[in-house]
């Protein structure tokens, strides 16, 4: 019997994987975007950058952690 691996994840922000050219872009656990190898910087960049925007509005100050436990 193979061992089964056991992960827990945890999402703080855009992570990419990349494989074939191309890498998949996911929040949250959802892929967002899937965009060639040359624009993945980029377009994690822009996703932290748009999710920082977001937190603002929310009044979230800026490197104030919020923590959830589900």
Same mark, same amino acid.
């Given at each position: 019997?193979?061992?089964?691996?056991?992960?827990?994840?945890?999402?703080?922000?855009? +992570? =990419?994987?990349?494989?074939?050219?191309?890498?998949?872009?996911? +929040?949250?656990?959802?892929?967002?975007?899937?965009?060639?190898?040359?624009?993945?910087?980029?377009?994690?960049?822009?996703?932290?950058?748009?999710? =920082? $925007?977001?937190? $603002?509005?929310?009044?979230?100050?800026?490197?104030?952690? =919020?923590?959830?436990?589900?």
């Amino acid at each position: 019997m193979a061992a089964r691996r056991v992960s827990r994840r945890i999402h703080v922000g855009p +992570v =990419a994987v990349g494989g074939g050219a191309k890498g998949r872009i996911f +929040v949250k656990g959802e892929v967002i975007a899937t965009v060639p190898e040359s624009r993945i910087v980029e377009t994690l960049l822009g996703e932290a950058m748009r999710i =920082a $925007e977001q937190g $603002e509005q929310d009044g979230v100050a800026p490197g104030e952690p =919020a923590v959830t436990v589900s």
